[in-house]
């Protein structure tokens, strides 16, 4: 696979090629498996990351941090409220400034352009640890977990249920990389945006994938062999909880819902989940729901990802 994404930022899914999407893919299985047989890889020896977080997390900042460590490198936490940003330091200075320590960036930021920005006046590969917009080394996890279950995924089906978010637009971008057919249903109001929906459905017209949009759940959920949820108020929409939880009532992915799906269905959630809310606890805590693979798999998926940006 003649691929090179050495020193090239990684910001959204729909930035890959085909290849590259499947390249990660399969660098990832292998470095699962050399891992688990205790096989060492440090491919990214005496390298170090750097990850810049305004948000809060919990797999996102562990997963990376301890796959760099596996690659023989290190990273250190950099706390956007700790930083001189916070005083008003432009991001392009930042990055600059950053460029010159680091090998590599991870970011987790509100606004997208604040990573694009990043990238932009940086000259170290920039990863995308969750925008506003996307979240693109959780859905290329996601797709992993998938093929670890299904096997193939060309012509699977996955229906995400509930607010239209930076999950949603990055399973539909990566969806379509895989070839398989997206089907997002939420209320109106809280669907992806269009032109992320037309930028995926542009790639699944060559890679045939489908990306389909609805209100109905049950419509979504039918034949499905994956159904997908996230929370109904993502980071920094706090305020607006008690409103969505109005909003989307008929939306909660429960035992009648995912009687709908395939009888081997998977189901997934990003994490952390609201039971009660957008995923009832028998769902998530049942015997179909593979979310604790999909939090393992962002280490490995990361690190193919880390390998290679930054090898
Ligand atoms: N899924 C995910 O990105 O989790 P964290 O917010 O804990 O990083
Ligand atoms: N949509 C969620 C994803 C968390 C991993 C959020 O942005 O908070």
Redesign the pocket.
């Known amino acids: 696979m003649a691929t090179n994404m050495k020193s090239k930022s990684f910001l959204s899914e729909m930035d890959l090629t085909v290849e590259e999407f499947f390249q990660i893919l399969e660098l990832a299985k292998q470095l699962k498996v050399e891992q688990l047989i205790g096989k060492a890889h440090p491919l990214l020896a005496g390298k170090v990351l750097g990850m810049l977080f305004q948000k809060a997390s919990t797999r996102t900042r562990v997963s990376f941090e301890v796959g760099m460590i596996q690659l023989g490198g290190s990273a250190i936490f950099l706390s956007a409220g700790d930083l001189q940003l916070k005083r008003g330091e432009t991001i392009a200075d930042t990055a600059q400034t950053l460029s010159r320590y680091l090998d590599g960036l991870m970011a987790r930021v509100f606004a997208h352009q604040d990573i694009v920005d990043l990238a932009t006046y940086g000259t170290i590969p920039v990863i995308n640890g969750?925008t506003d917009l996307n979240?693109p080394c959780?859905a290329m996890a996601d797709y992993f977990t998938i093929g670890e279950k299904l096997g193939a995924l060309l012509g699977r089906k996955l229906a995400y249920i509930g607010d239209g978010?930076?999950?949603a637009h990055s399973l539909m971008g990566a969806g379509a990389l895989a070839g398989m057919h997206v089907v997002i249903a939420g209320p109106k109001g809280y669907q992806p945006r269009p032109e992320i929906a037309e930028q995926a459905g542009a790639i699944a017209k060559r890679t045939g994938a489908s990306i389909t949009v609805t209100t109905d759940p049950s419509e979504a959920v039918t034949g499905a062999d994956v159904v997908y949820t996230?929370?109904w108020a993502?980071?920094g929409q706090e305020e607006e909880h008690a409103k969505r939880l109005k909003d989307f009532k008929g939306y909660q992915v429960d035992s009648k819902l995912c009687s709908l799906a395939k009888e081997d269905f998977l189901f997934m959630h990003?994490l952390p989940a609201h039971r009660g809310e957008e995923v009832a606890p028998e769902i998530i805590d049942g015997p179909h729901s593979v979310v604790f693979d999909q939090a393992e798999n962002r280490l490995h998926v990361q690190k193919a990802i880390l390998a290679l940006l930054m090898a």
């Open positions: 969750l979240h959780q978010n930076n999950m996230d929370v993502s980071m990003c």
